[in-house]
Each structure stands twice: as C-alpha cells, then as structure tokens.
C-alpha cells in the first residue's frame, strides 16, 4: 500500500515519511513480486504505480514474453493475499507501457499531481532492475 495513503489515513501528512526508508520498502517489495512473477516466465517489464488515484493506486503491471506465463500468472496471482490484503489479477489492454507513462511526471513537471490518470511510476534503481533481469 502506497505509504502516503496510510498516512493520510492515521491523521499524519506525508512530509513525515523518512523517504530513504519508503525507498528501501519499495525496492524490496519490487525484488519480492518481480521474483515471484518471473517463476511464471520471463518479464520483460514491470512498474509499479505512484499515483493515489481509486483506479491507480497500489498497481503493478507486468509484461512478460509469452502470454502463456501472463495466463500462468493471473491464475495463480488472483485471489492471492499480499501484506495481508488480496490481490487481483487481471489482463491489462495497455501493450506499451511507454504510452501509458506520464511524460511530465518523468519530467517533475505534471500538474495533476497524485489522481493523474497516466502512470506515475515509482523510481527502481537501475543496478536493481539490471539485476533481477538478468538473473531471472
């Protein structure tokens, strides 16, 4: 769960977040679920959203290299609990993740802050990334 939502929730704002610590969670919350997802078959790609709009907040899309991994996958994923909450699965019309991606979010300059309706993708840093595909 997006940590400023939690906050906001408790009364707290999310200035208070120790960023450096949100960042630590995430990225191995990010090397849990690409491990996981990639027992199904190989991930080409995998985001996880920043924004905190209803139908945004708390999204991980993955795109792997066959569609019978991406079947495997939201079969055994769905219904799952993670963190204690379920998770659902579902197939995704969105091809090109790059179409999807908020270009002036990328850019620090989005204007429609957290309910913007493009991906606001939360940072994964690149030895990470370079690592878990590698392996995978």
Do not use: I, W
């Amino acid at each position: 769960q997006n940590p400023r939502v939690v906050l906001t929730t408790v009364g707290q704002m999310p200035h208070q977040l120790d960023m450096r610590k949100v960042q630590e969670d995430f990225e191995d919350f990010y090397e849990e679920v690409f491990e996981e997802l990639a027992t199904f078959g190989e991930v080409e790609a995998m985001n996880v959203c920043d924004n905190l709009g209803d139908h945004l907040v708390g999204n991980v899309y993955v795109k792997f290299a066959d569609e019978e991994a991406a079947a495997a996958a939201l079969q055994k994923m769905n219904g799952r609990f993670y963190a204690g909450r379920m998770l659902t699965a579902e197939f995704s019309p969105v091809s090109d993740f790059r179409e999807a991606r908020c270009r002036q979010f990328d850019d620090g300059m989005c204007k429609r802050g957290d309910q913007c309706n493009f991906m606001h993708l939360m940072r994964v840093p690149q030895s990470l990334r370079r690592d878990l595909f590698e392996k995978q």
